[in-house]
């Protein structure tokens, strides 16, 4: 019966005017999440209101193209500049900004864009197969399954960006640390606030991550400066795809960070951040030589943007079908269908299957535009690394500064990007792992407040985590990867003790 | 690695007063929260200060291999670059500082400009333009464009930015 549906979907969605849309839309993503500060809601939000006069489809599938930009675009200067343009690309700066410190910049982009695109595809093709039992099998996840999941993305802390697992562990340890200044959700007191009003809220993730990154690396450049050849090499950027062949060689990456976007995007609240930070841990803990990670490798990157724009179609799942969003920006596009007369959930699906259709074309022509818009936008943005070192750096700080404060229009989020700039450099230098650290402030909160919700609802019970079969499998795999290195080395000295012996 | 053991001490320090910090946090009310809100912060300290103490022993047994074998330990920062690092970090502080009383549109440029003629950049001309630039492109992008309220500064700048941005 989905034959007449899919066939005025597509009439729908292949009207030139409609395809304009899905163009500007995509585009318009690609620039706002490129630059940081403008994450994908508040980009959807921008083109809300140019919404208003479209009809339904159109309106929809614009804002959905904007989605899918958005989360493609944090790449861009992920890459380039190691300034994450939108919190779920984090994780590609771990390995993206290295491979532009290689001269790779084009291959990163053109691996980030590859990915992307895969990844929306792949969640679309979900979201039109399965969607209703996806979005039930969602509601079944309670604070144990968060939690297993939090565990999960953290395990991976001892192996990524330190050869020295203590400090990369005391880093992920801060970084949990960092996670709890501010109002606790669950009793309501005030923690490490030390009676400043502007810590009440917390730490927000954006300027700790561009103060991490991006600032710590001026930082780390302005010291070596003076030898004029450690820093940024100018050099001529532009968007380069890898062979099929060679592409086909990394499709288990491709696939699995699909498959665990479009899970966790599912999952309502969780969203792309969580999504790409767990899809890289297990990418990380599941190579056979996770060292390479946050030097440069390839996967890194596949897993965290094919995993966070999978995220894109996974949060569309129980927007549509239960009514529930599955992150930040599918709330606001949960906006769009109400102010054009359309009530996400159960009976959306059954009165409404063309535009269910209509969505899923959206999501595939804007990922096929990621290419084509990608190309050219990333080449203008590349620009800007012909610039000579003192330019490049004073146009880091003010994007960062910029990016900081546009988040709420805080003064103090510029301090405490500045604060962590220092962290950052510092952290560098004595090899305490920054990626460990932003992973652990990021999920560190989720860890805590999910095992406590689980403890008052256990009723004290401290493994009553490993009490439902979920929660249970994920936590003992995620206990056998972080303990995977020692097993290893275990292995490795015995052997080599027994070939002595022999 | 001295100075891995000095930044060693400086974490342990801090985590230390932030400990206890943590045991001043008021109990919870709810009873069947058991954890309480300082249970998990307490819980990663401890967990940060046993390793940053094996880490220092680690650490020390290896200074003094390095010293009973004479090897030459690696330089932490570069000496020559310090100047201009420092210098760095103190025009950011300034700027941290300023931007609140001056607003964006002023102190970005100013920063800007002083940034990279510290750094420096020789030609005036092209660093006035560059200023002009980017100060500009980002006034429009951010602050007309996408309706992001940047700081405004105090008094007449206050009100002159209401023209601009």
Redesign the interface.
């Known amino acids: 019966m989905a034959g007449p549906h899919l066939l005025e979907a597509l009439q729908y969605v292949f009207d030139p005017l409609t395809l304009l849309f899905i163009a500007i839309g995509t585009g318009f993503g690609l620039i706002g999440g490129s630059?940081p500060?403008?994450s994908s809601s508040?980009s959807v939000i921008?083109i809300m209101p140019f919404t208003f006069s479209m009809e339904p489809v159109q309106a929809i599938v614009m804002v959905v193209a904007v989605y899918v930009g958005g989360a493609c675009g944090g790449s861009i200067s992920s890459i380039l500049i190691k300034t994450p343009g939108t919190p779920e690309a984090i994780p590609t700066t771990f390995d993206g900004y290295p491979l532009m410190q290689k001269g790779q910049a084009g291959i990163a982009l053109g691996l980030a864009v590859t990915a992307s695109s895969f990844g929306s595809i792949f969640s679309a093709f979900m979201m039109i197969l399965a969607a209703p039992l996806f979005a039930s099998v969602a509601l079944k996840f309670q604070s144990a399954e968060y939690f297993a999941l939090a565990v999960l993305g953290l395990s991976c802390v001892s192996s990524i960006g330190s050869k020295?697992q203590?400090?990369a562990?005391?880093a992920a340890?801060?970084g949990?640390?960092i996670s709890?200044v501010g109002i606790?959700p669950?009793?309501g007191?005030?923690?490490?606030t030390?009676n400043k009003t502007f810590l009440v809220g917390g730490i927000e993730m954006i300027p700790v991550i561009i103060g991490c990154f991006a600032?710590a690396e001026?930082?780390e450049n302005?010291?070596?400066?003076?030898?004029r050849d450690t820093c940024v090499q100018a050099s001529k950027v532009s968007l380069k795809l890898l062979k099929f062949a060679e592409m086909f060689k990394m499709w288990v990456h491709f696939v699995r960070a699909a498959i665990i976007g479009t899970l966790i995007g599912i999952l309502p609240a969780a969203g792309g951040t969580i999504a790409s930070l767990l899809s890289y841990s297990v990418a990380v803990k599941s190579d056979k030589e996770p060292e390479r990670f946050g030097k440069g490798a390839y996967e890194g990157v596949i897993a965290s943007e094919s995993a966070n724009n999978a995220a894109v179609g996974g949060s569309m799942v129980p927007t549509l079908v239960l009514g529930i969003p599955g992150s930040g920006t599918a709330a606001i596009i949960m906006m769009v269908f109400i102010l054009h007369n359309l009530r996400p959930g159960p009976l959306l699906m059954r009165e409404q299957p063309t535009l269910l259709y209509a969505l899923f074309l959206g999501i595939i022509i804007a990922s096929a535009l990621l290419f084509l818009l990608g190309r050219f936008i990333t080449r203008e943005f590349a620009r800007i690394l012909k610039l000579?070192?003192?330019?490049l750096?004073?146009?880091i700080?003010?994007?960062g500064?910029?990016g900081a404060?546009?988040l709420k229009?805080s003064?103090y989020d510029?301090?405490i990007m500045?604060i962590f700039?220092?962290i950052g450099y510092?952290f560098n230098?004595?090899?305490f792992s920054i990626p460990a650290f932003v992973l652990a402030f990021i999920l560190g909160g989720m860890a805590?407040n999910t095992?406590?919700q689980n403890?008052?609802i256990s009723?004290?019970n401290?493994l009553g985590v490993f009490l439902r079969p979920i929660s249970c499998i994920v936590l003992i795999a995620a206990i056998i990867i972080f303990l995977s290195p020692s097993f290893k080395y275990i292995f490795k000295s015995r052997r080599k003790k027994e070939q002595t012996v022999a | 690695m001295l100075?891995?053991l000095g930044?060693n001490g400086i974490?342990i320090v801090v985590?230390s007063y932030?400990y206890w910090?943590?045991t001043r946090?008021?109990e919870?009310?709810?009873t069947?929260?058991?954890?309480?809100?300082?249970g998990?912060?307490r819980l990663?300290?401890t967990?940060?200060l046993i390793?940053?103490i094996?880490?220092s022993i680690?650490t020390y047994k290896k200074l003094q291999r390095c010293k009973k074998e004479n090897i030459q330990e690696e330089e932490?920062?570069?000496k020559?670059?310090?100047k201009?690092?420092l210098t760095?970090?103190i025009l950011?502080?300034a700027?941290?500082i300023a931007?609140?009383f001056l607003g964006?549109a002023l102190t970005?440029a100013l920063?800007?400009f002083i940034?990279?003629k510290v750094?420096?950049?020789k030609s005036n001309p092209k660093a006035v333009i560059?200023t002009v630039i980017?100060?500009g492109a980002?006034l429009i992008?951010?602050g007309i464009v996408?309706?992001?309220?940047?700081?405004r500064g105090v008094g007449f700048l206050r009100e002159l930015s209401f023209y601009i941005y």
């Open positions: 630059l500060g403008i508040m921008l020295n203590a400090r562990l005391v340890l801060i949990l640390l709890t606790d669950i009793s007191v005030q923690r490490f030390f600032l001026v930082f302005l010291e070596c400066y003076y030898r000579p070192y003192p330019m750096a004073v146009f700080i003010v994007m500064i910029v404060y546009s229009g003064y510029v301090i500045f700039g220092i510092l230098k004595f090899q805590e095992y406590r403890l008052i009723d004290g401290f | 100075m891995a930044f974490l985590l932030l910090s943590a946090i008021l919870t009310t709810i069947t929260d058991y954890w309480g809100g300082d998990f912060p990663v300290i967990l940060a390793l940053l094996y880490d680690v932490v920062f570069e020559p670059g310090l201009l690092l760095g970090v950011l502080a700027y941290v931007v609140e964006y970005t920063l800007v940034f990279m750094m420096g950049y560059y980017l100060v980002t992008i951010f996408f309706g992001t309220s940047l700081p």
